[in-house]
Structure formats: C-alpha cells, structure tokens
C-alpha cells in the first residue's frame, strides 16, 4: 500500500530540547516536503526536497532542519524547540513538485 | 506567484442539502488545482484534481469541481450532504513551470447538520 509515515503521532516536550520527527514513503518520490498546520493559517511549507541530498527552505523555516539522506527518508529536526513551534506537522511526497500529494498522518508537537 | 483563497473559515449546511466550498487562485500560467480533504485526526486525502482537459472534475465520495479559467475558480460542490462529508477542505494550486510549488490555501471547515 503507498503511504507516507509520520512518527511519533503524538509528542510532548520541554523548550530547548533536541526532538526528531521521522517521515518515510514507499512510493519511490523524489519530491519530500514538511507543513506545519496552524488555526486559521492552513498548511504553511517549512522545507522540501527535490531529491537526495537536495534540500531548500520553504515559507517558515526558521527553528527547523532536515536532511535526505536517502530517497524514501526525510526527517525534520527542531535543535532547540519553542513554545511558538507547537503545531501539527505534515509530512508528504509527490512525484514531482507540483503533482499530487500524499500525506503522512501527522505529527502533534506540543512544546511546553 | 500563485496564490489561493478560500472565504470564510466554517459553512454549515443540513443532511441532504447541496455543498458549495468556493475557491478562488491566481497565477500567471495554466495551474494545477487540487481539493483535499482533511478528517478529524487525520492527515489530508485528494479529493480531485484538474490539470489539462475536461473541466469538469469528479473526485471520490461525489465530490466535483469545475475550473472556469475567466473566473479563476474551481469551487467545490456536492449535491447532497451527509454527515460524513464533516471535514476540513483545502484548496491547492501549482503551475507548470519548473519553478512552483503546491500552495495551499487556509482551509474551510464543514459541518453537517442532521
């Protein structure tokens, strides 16, 4: 079955401490990329990855890092979390960069 | 740039009557167009999508939408309600060119009332 794989689904943590959310797709896309979703904003990009080892920021990337090392893998880091970067965080893949997307069930981050 | 509108944030509407979800984009070139919805707890589905042809658009659960280029529309619509059509629903536009990106718009939730 094709399907992106967010985890945890759920996480609670202290400000400042070094989190990692992992995201992994069976569909062999090359284009990787990670939201977050907050009330009243919709879905906000906070990086991408056209490919292996290629990676840009997106529309709010500041406080988050990701790597591709591999093709099916894309993780996103928070080196220092903050109370502002609690949200809901999706993964997705596509094909290519304006092709459908398909979504990871999501992550809630809370940061306290 | 593209860019998405979706009015209002929630429309409620009772079992059985019709849904209309409007949006609206802007972009320079041909788009793609994209609904998505997203269930409680969820993460989000394709509804549908236009790329070339047809503009008329069906999409899963009896969901359709029609692109009018003059109007730069593609609103959502469903005949008849039901209660597990309760969701949020994005609307989401890319160009063609190698540059864009899918843009979302902020989402509009629907509530369906018995």
């Known amino acids: 079955e094709a399907q992106v794989t967010q985890n945890p689904r759920y996480l609670i943590t202290v400000t400042g401490k070094k989190l990692t959310v992992t995201c992994s797709q069976n569909?062999?896309?090359?284009?990787m990329s990670w939201y977050r979703q907050d009330p009243g904003l919709g879905l906000r990009q906070i990086y991408y990855?056209?490919?292996?080892?290629?990676?840009d920021k997106g529309d709010v990337p500041e406080g988050y890092k990701v790597s591709r090392k591999e093709k099916r893998n894309f993780p996103l880091i928070l080196e220092s979390p903050s109370p502002n970067q609690t949200s809901l965080y999706f993964c997705?893949?596509?094909?290519?960069?304006?092709?459908?997307?398909?979504f990871g069930q999501g992550t809630r981050l809370t940061v306290v | 740039a593209q860019s998405v509108t979706q009015l209002g944030s929630h429309v409620s509407v009772s079992e059985g009557a019709l849904v209309l979800l409007r949006c609206n984009y802007s972009?320079?070139?041909?788009?793609?167009l994209f609904w998505y919805v997203q269930y409680p707890n969820q993460g989000l589905q394709l509804l549908l999508k236009?790329?070339?042809?047809?503009?008329l658009v069906k999409g899963i659960n009896g969901f359709e939408a029609e692109f009018k280029k003059s109007e730069t529309s593609f609103h959502l619509t469903k005949p008849s309600a039901h209660m597990s059509d309760a969701a949020e629903y994005f609307c989401?536009?890319?160009?063609?060119?190698?540059?864009?990106?899918?843009?979302f718009g902020k989402g509009i939730t629907l509530s369906v009332r018995p």
């Open positions: 989401a536009v890319s160009l063609t060119g190698a540059n864009s990106k899918l843009t």
């Open positions: 569909m062999n896309h090359e284009y």
């Open positions: 990855s056209m490919n292996v080892e290629v990676t």
């Open positions: 972009s320079s070139v041909p788009p793609y």
């Open positions: 997705a893949s596509s094909l290519f960069r304006q092709g459908r997307a398909f």
């Open positions: 236009y790329t070339t042809g047809a503009t």
